[in-house]
């Protein structure tokens, strides 16, 4: 679907995986991970004519997973991969379109590493991730570079990002709370703080996993193809 609306559908074959995650590509092309009969090559590649291109090891628990249009895939870890999976264990690991890992997260000296990702935004280049246990937010860019810096928001839900602008979406124990902040070089700084609500007004007394892009935060609604949409 693009952001006019219109509905494109695209047939895969082939596929060998009960799937729980998947995202597009650049050029028509599809990434998915599952499980099913494949064994430890959960993840497959398929072009824009629906074929499977290449079938690769993500790691298991994988809680968040997404491309950008640089043709990097991302892939973020809950514990249970986190401790009994050897890529799953940087909790963050960057793949190129081909299914070749390029990346995994190693956190500075003196932090927590990855125990579980709670919110994941990705832009073309960069991803950024609050995780447990300290629920700092982690910058990596694909060159290499990242950052910390500390939040006032505890278990996030979800994130928008643009500038030094930052949406962060539920988080102590609030899910319908959205913070703005600011950040700075080593922290994000609350400037203003919301109740979030439907369009018409009515509560939001739950949603889906959010998917952060950007300077977009998108919520599915009741429908798999019902979607609201805010951003900075």
């Known amino acids: 679907m693009n952001s006019g609306g219109t509905v494109r559908e695209q047939a895969l074959r ?4 009960r799937v729980t995650q ?3 590509l650049p050029n028509g092309r599809f990434v998915l991970q599952g499980y099913g009969d494949a064994g430890d090559h959960n993840a497959q590649i398929y072009g824009s004519d ?4 290449r079938s690769f090891a993500m790691g298991r628990a994988v809680q968040y997973l997404m491309a950008d249009r640089r043709h990097h895939v991302w892939s973020a870890y809950f514990d ?4 009994a999976d050897p890529i799953s264990a940087a909790g963050l690991v960057r793949w190129d379109s081909g299914g070749n890992q390029q990346w995994g997260y190693t956190p500075p000296e003196g932090t927590e590493y990855i125990d579980t990702v709670y919110a994941f935004n990705v832009d073309d280049g960069v991803a950024w991730a609050s995780y447990y ?4 937010l982690l910058e990596a860019w694909t060159n290499g570079r990242i950052r910390l810096r500390r939040t006032p928001v505890v278990a996030p839900a979800g994130m928008a990002v643009h500038e030094d602008q930052i949406l962060m979406l539920g988080g102590n124990r609030q899910s319908d709370r959205l913070h703005r902040c600011r950040m700075t070089e080593h922290e994000a700084l609350l400037i203003e703080e919301f109740c979030l609500t439907l369009p018409n007004g009515a509560p939001l007394k739950g949603y889906a996993r959010s998917v952060g892009r950007g300077r977009h935060l998108y919520l599915r609604g009741t429908s798999p193809r019902q979607w609201y949409v805010m951003g900075i």
């Open 22 to 24: 998947l995202d597009a």
């Open 50 to 53: 629906g074929r499977r291109r």
């Open 14 to 17: 082939g596929v060998s995986l």
């Open 133 to 136: 246990p300290t629920f700092p």
């Open 80 to 83: 249970e991969g986190v401790y």
